[in-house]
């Protein structure tokens, strides 16, 4: 069976300090991965997706940044971070070629103080 | 531009009540919708989802009708339970060259004993 692995799952940052956010997918291959972010109280805003190994593209111009390394991991980083990166992340995942929804991960919860 | 939308950001039920969540779309040429659950500090769960050449889908204690003529979906829930509280999600598969869920803003459902 897929699974989807989010951490940490809360994390408290000064602002300026760097960001690694990782996202590992099992029991599939070449996934659709996605970061979403979601602030206090609201829905869901789609940050960055990737079709294979290298390949990201952007949804909204940001102070973060994506990653992927290897065909089942994703990174969201940042080098500075602001107070406005507060939120919510989660990482998703969806099965190339069939439809369907997205299975999301468990979520980060980023506080910068 | 594309959106997606919700009457009603709360809704109070008692238990064993029927609960009706609905959503307005804006791109009538989507023919995916999915309605998610999410928990308190948790990702979005997959719930129940429909295709545009349908206009009602039951699953378990759960029914979505979609309306395309006015660009609206609902959720229906039976017999609702406290387990239930959460927030409610619609989402629409859109193709800009890419196919990617775009979120509403979510429906607190809120169930008392």
């Known amino acids: 069976s897929q699974t989807i692995h989010q951490w940490p799952a809360t994390l408290v940052q000064p602002v300026g300090s760097p960001l690694s956010l990782e996202c590992t997918v099992e029991g599939t291959s070449n996934p659709n991965l996605y970061w979403y972010r979601q602030a206090a109280g609201r829905g869901l805003q789609l940050l960055f997706y990737?079709?294979?190994?290298?390949?990201i593209s952007s949804e909204v111009p940001q102070n973060l940044s994506a990653s992927r390394p290897q065909d089942r991991q994703f990174i969201l980083s940042s080098k500075k971070l602001l107070l406005s990166d507060s939120g919510f992340y989660l990482c998703a995942w969806r099965r190339i070629g069939l439809a369907g929804g997205y299975t999301f991960g468990s979520g980060t919860r980023l506080t910068v103080v | 531009g594309e959106s997606v939308g919700l009457h009603l950001p709360t809704l109070s039920v008692q238990e064993g009540d029927n609960s009706i969540i609905n959503c307005a779309y804006s791109?009538?040429?989507?023919?995916?919708f999915i309605w998610y659950k999410q928990e308190s500090g948790k990702g979005p769960q997959f719930i129940i989802d429909i295709r545009s050449n349908m206009d009602k889908r039951q699953g378990q204690r759960v029914t979505v009708l979609l309306n395309k003529t006015v660009k609206h979906l609902s959720l229906q829930i039976a017999a609702t339970q406290p387990g239930d509280s959460a927030v409610y999600f619609c989402?629409?598969?859109?193709?800009?060259?890419?196919?990617?869920?775009?979120f509403g803003t979510g429906t607190r459902l809120l169930v008392s004993p």
């Open positions: 989402a629409e598969l859109v193709d800009t060259g890419f196919q990617k869920l775009v």
């Open positions: 791109n009538s040429a989507s023919d995916y």
């Open positions: 990737s079709i294979g190994i290298d390949q």
